[in-house]
């Protein structure tokens, strides 16, 4: 039966870094600990090639899977299974029947306009890592775009160039739609004699002389996403995340919220359902603690409180 639309949901994307640093884990964290304060959650996996998050949840392979959209034209209402979290459903993936860059841009728009349309309070989209331009361009669907990392500098280089392509391809959209690519492209080849030296220049340039109307800075502004640190092992570690935020508005001009971290726990297992112990929220009181920081500084769009890392 088709649901009648009546909520608008505000749309979560994680993407970016490397393979293994949490994506899953968190927003299918960030889904429970959602659908725990009695909103109406859709968790959607669109990790193509590494479609996982079935798993997190216990959810057998079912027939219904983002499959359906794109190789039987389903509509995107139709493939949610339940979980045993009241309140949270969630879109299995499926690694074996799509690849990310096999999406034509009309699927891909397709599925962009019905996620908009699905009928919840918060919707998630757990991306996969590397940078492929239909990932990104799913991730710049998100109200809130956020990215995870462990504190390794490999996986920060990896999280930073996500973050760079991500802007670019947003700031090429922008520049697209306002019929003015290529004039910034012929400053940027000229960009000696315009004396830019980065993006950073770049955008103050674009924003200064070729933005009639002020339309291209106000989106250009309204970039920011959200920073975790994942797997720490030491309480040092913390301060990366405002490394990270201060790497993003210097070499970027993005600004950041750095909305919290994650301590490493030996004691969770990748195959230990995550219908054992969500239910509850409790892995540990720590991480509990830890994801209702992150859950409410994204929220709110506040940062991480350093009254807390004082205490960590
Ligand atoms: N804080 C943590 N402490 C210990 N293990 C963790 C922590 N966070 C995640 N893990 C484990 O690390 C592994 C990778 O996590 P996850 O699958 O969420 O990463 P991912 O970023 O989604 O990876 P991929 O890019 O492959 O999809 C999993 O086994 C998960 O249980
Ligand atoms: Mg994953």
Redesign the pocket.
């Known amino acids: 039966m088709k649901q009648v639309k009546t909520k608008v949901a505000e749309i979560w994307a994680?993407g970016g870094?490397?393979?293994?640093?949490?994506?899953?884990?968190?927003?299918?964290q960030l889904a429970t600990y959602l659908a725990l304060k009695k909103k109406q959650v859709i968790l959607i996996d669109s990790?193509f090639g590494?479609a996982?998050l079935r798993y997190?949840f216990n959810i057998k392979k079912s027939e219904k899977s983002i499959k359906n959209f794109f190789v039987n034209k389903e509509p995107l209402e139709n493939l949610l299974s339940h979980t045993n979290i009241k309140n949270l459903k969630i879109i299995t993936g499926d690694r074996n029947s799509i690849s990310i860059s096999s999406i034509k841009y009309s699927q891909k728009m397709k599925f962009l306009r019905h996620i908009k349309m699905l009928n919840a309070d918060y919707i998630l989209i757990?991306?996969?890592?590397?940078l492929n331009f239909n990932t990104i361009d799913i991730f710049l669907l998100a109200d809130k775009m956020i990215v995870?990392t462990v504190p390794e500098i490999t996986a920060i280089d990896n999280l930073f160039q996500f973050v760079k392509n991500a802007y670019f391809r947003n700031l090429n959209f922008l520049l697209k739609k306002h019929k003015l690519k290529d004039a910034a492209k012929n400053i940027w080849e000229d960009r000696k004699i315009y004396g830019i030296k980065d993006i950073v220049d770049l955008t103050d340039y674009i924003k200064g002389n070729l933005d009639f109307d002020g339309s291209i800075s106000k989106k250009i502004s309204e970039f920011s996403i959200f920073i975790v640190l994942?797997?720490?092992r030491n309480p040092n570690e913390i301060n990366q995340g405002f490394s990270i935020k201060s790497l993003c508005i210097k070499y970027l001009g993005i600004p950041s919220i750095y909305a919290g971290y994650?301590?490493?726990?030996?004691?969770?297992?990748?195959n230990?359902s995550i219908s054992d112990y969500l239910p509850k929220f409790n892995i540990s009181t720590r991480?509990q603690k830890e994801i209702t920081e992150i859950a409410e500084n994204i929220i709110n769009k506040e940062q991480i409180k350093i009254s807390n890392i004082k205490n960590a």
């Open positions: 994680i870094g490397k393979g293994g640093t949490g994506k899953t884990f968190l927003f299918s990790d590494g996982n997190f757990d991306l996969g890592g590397g995870i994942n797997k720490l994650i301590a490493s726990d030996d004691n969770f297992r990748k230990l991480i």
